[in-house]
């Protein structure tokens, strides 16, 4: 492991939220050491009160590591808070503990983000255990336009074509390109610009919060967050949350708040009020499909559809709360 001189800080600060992902959380750990060879660095573990023996596993294994075994799950945004506000280095590296460092990626995107340093926020591409493609890497922000079309099934019916969704469908992502949205599980981000904005904001528990973030970045301080297909990871994609119906209901919470915290004036009521209305459209439409069909896929969609909808107490928040104001929240790295 490559770490800091003793005249000052490490490059990058490598943060890393464990929750019940113990296997894959040492698979991550043993990549990052063996990839990471051109920046020096340090690497934190915040594990959120893993039942699964996690912080015992990383500090037998890894004794080398600051690791801290929290008592109490401070999720994602809140986790990385406080690794943060304990991190050393210039740079931060957020980084999910179901990836894997493939050829260099970490210092690869060091380089890139100095090559691009107007940029402020930089991430890399991200394929599954496969070597698929994951599209989740990065995407584009919320506006009325792409929830419209997807609550109407618009997004859908184009294959989530890029000028219908949030998604960049219709590009590979094989090339280096400005993005709206890094994804927080490979984003890297000058620690500076991370405490002007003081870090993630403590209402989001997990989703949404990197959404959140990069949009701060953008409308506040003129970030350009950019992406490069050369900084390369494994992404295995949920694993500290396997239920469906349950991961669904925490992302439609965060797209909720991020909708009440972006969306201005007139747009916010109607953008609420459409995103709303997607699990019930999803849950007719595919109870209707199951009904003429009888296939099976559609009979599962239709359940876990209408969990969500029945669940919506949990995700949708009451009618006409105010955006609160997107200054430097008091608080902010010190967990949820």
């Known amino acids: 492991m490559t770490q800091a001189t003793a005249e000052g800080a490490p490059d990058l600060s490598i943060i890393i939220i464990s929750f019940n992902t113990r296997e894959m959380t040492l698979a991550c750990l043993r ?9 020096s660095h340090e690497i934190i573990v915040v594990d959120n009160d893993s039942h699964d023996g996690s912080a015992a596993a990383v500090a037998a294994a890894f004794p080398d590591i600051t690791l ?3 008592q109490t799950n401070h999720g994602f945004a809140g986790g990385n808070n406080l690794g943060v506000a304990r991190s050393r280095g210039r740079h931060v590296l957020l980084l999910n503990p179901d990836t894997v460092v493939l050829d260099g990626a970490i210092d690869k995107l060091m380089a890139f983000a100095r090559a691009t340093p107007q ?7 991200t394929i599954y255990g496969d070597g698929t493609l994951n599209r989740t890497c990065c995407y584009q922000r919320m506006s009325l336009w792409n929830v419209f079309c997807r609550a109407t099934g618009l997004a859908s019916l184009s294959g989530n074509h890029r000028l219908f969704s949030e998604a960049y469908g219709g590009w590979g992502m094989d090339s280096v390109r400005p993005v709206d949205i890094v994804t927080g599980c490979f984003l890297l981000i000058p ?10 904001d403590p209402s989001y528990f997990m989703y949404g919060e990197e959404a959140d973030l990069c949009m701060r970045a ?11 297909p050369d900084a390369e990871i494994i992404h295995y994609g949920g694993a500290s949350e396997p239920v469906r119906a349950d991961k669904a209901v925490r992302l439609f919470k965060a797209k909720m708040t991020v909708i009440e915290h972006h969306f201005r004036g007139w747009r916010r009521p109607v953008g609420l009020a459409l995103f709303r209305a997607i699990p019930l459209t999803r849950w007719l439409a595919l109870s209707a499909l199951a009904a003429v069909t009888r296939r099976e896929r559609f009979r599962d969609g239709a ?26 929240r008091n608080g902010a790295r010190n967990g949820a």
Do not use: C, N
């Open 119 to 125: 940029a402020g926020i930089w991430g890399g591409r």
């Open 68 to 70: 801290f075994a929290e």
């Open 303 to 328: 359940r876990v559809w209408g969990e969500i909808w029945t669940r919506r107490d949990e995700w949708s928040p009451p009618e006409g709360l105010p955006a609160p104001a997107h200054g430097a």
């Open 31 to 39: 990549s990052v050491i063996g990839q990471t060879r051109e920046t």
């Open 218 to 228: 953008a409308d506040r301080f003129g970030a350009d967050p950019h992406f490069t």
């Open 191 to 200: 620690r500076e610009l991370w405490d002007r904005l003081g870090g993630f």
